[in-house]
């Protein structure tokens, strides 16, 4: 059971928009940590997607999106392309665990 | 271009040891924090450690007092020696680069990983 709650899968069709959620809790989130999301391919390197709850590093689209409210956060990511199937991994700093945590991770299904 | 590179995964027995070895280019490994994560079979990310530039480790739990994580700066490579290993270990190891902020650091980049099996 990982300490950030994700949805085990999403799917869209090719130019709509998806929004993937990760939940956490008052020792994550509520005490004012930020979340970053990754992007992983199965056999490849995870690459860094967003940071810093809504900042994108260099070379990714602006599709993708990321924000926090509170103990939620969500990626959004618009124009949905083939490219972008994957699977999806939310990340914080849990100050009871004193260490970083992983949501569950999110498979994304481009039909 | 900035990379890190992970070897030293295999097949071994509940109990036995292993130590993985990520060389990196381009950047100082002492000069950053640098951290190892792991995925275990169908599963998702879970940290393991991660080691400060000043020299300092932190371990999840489930790993604390078997795996250590270390550095050799002559040889910018980062190490994370596994003992006492258990099936649960079965997992792809990744090394990754810290960015510290202020709100809780992240990793921004990765290996290709690892592949430890335990397993008699």
Same mark, same amino acid.
């Given at each position: 059971?990982?300490?950030?709650?994700?949805?085990?899968? /999403?799917?869209?069709?090719?130019?709509?928009? /998806?929004?993937?959620?990760?939940?956490?809790?008052?020792? !994550?989130?509520?005490?004012?940590?930020?979340?970053?999301?990754?992007?992983?391919?199965?056999?490849?390197?995870?690459?860094?997607? *967003?940071?810093? !709850? !809504? !900042?994108?590093?260099?070379?990714?689209?602006?599709?993708?999106?990321?924000?926090?409210?509170?103990?939620?956060?969500?990626?959004? *990511?618009?124009?949905?392309?083939?490219?972008?199937?994957?699977?999806?991994?939310?990340?914080?700093?849990?100050?009871?665990?004193?260490?970083?945590?992983?949501?569950?991770?999110?498979?994304?299904? /481009?039909? | 271009?900035?990379?890190?590179?992970?070897?030293?995964?295999?097949?071994?027995?509940?109990?036995?040891?292993?130590?993985?070895?990520?060389? =990196?280019?381009?950047?100082?490994?002492?000069?950053?924090?640098?951290?190892?994560?792991?995925? =275990?079979?169908?599963?998702?990310?879970?940290?393991?450690?991660?080691?400060?530039?000043?020299?300092?480790?932190? $371990?999840?739990?489930?790993?604390?007092?078997?795996?250590?994580?270390?550095?050799?700066?002559?040889?910018?490579?980062?190490?994370?020696?596994?003992?006492?290993?258990?099936?649960?270990?079965?997992?792809?190891?990744?090394?990754?680069?810290?960015?510290?902020?202020?709100?809780?650091? $992240?990793?921004?980049?990765?290996?290709?990983?690892?592949?430890?099996?335990?397993?008699?």
């Amino acid at each position: 059971q990982s300490v950030l709650t994700q949805p085990p899968s /999403v799917s869209g069709a090719p130019g709509q928009r /998806v929004t993937i959620s990760c939940t956490g809790s008052s020792s !994550n989130f509520g005490a004012g940590h930020d979340v970053h999301w990754y992007q992983h391919l199965p056999g490849t390197a995870p690459k860094l997607l *967003i940071y810093g !709850n !809504n !900042n994108r590093p260099s070379g990714v689209p602006d599709r993708f999106s990321g924000s926090k409210s509170g103990t939620s956060a969500s990626l959004a *990511i618009t124009g949905l392309q083939a490219e972008d199937e994957a699977d999806y991994y939310c990340q914080s700093y849990d100050s009871s665990l004193s260490g970083s945590v992983f949501g569950g991770g999110t498979k994304l299904t /481009v039909l | 271009e900035l990379q890190l590179v992970e070897s030293g995964g295999g097949l071994v027995q509940p109990g036995g040891s292993l130590r993985l070895s990520c060389a =990196a280019s381009v950047f100082t490994v002492s000069s950053n924090y640098m951290s190892w994560v792991r995925q =275990a079979p169908g599963k998702g990310l879970e940290w393991v450690s991660l080691i400060y530039s000043g020299g300092t480790t932190s $371990y999840a739990d489930s790993v604390k007092g078997r795996f250590t994580i270390s550095r050799d700066d002559s040889k910018n490579t980062l190490y994370l020696q596994m003992n006492s290993l258990r099936a649960e270990d079965t997992a792809v190891y990744y090394c990754a680069r810290v960015l510290p902020a202020l709100r809780g650091d $992240y990793f921004d980049y990765w290996g290709q990983g690892t592949l430890v099996t335990v397993s008699s």
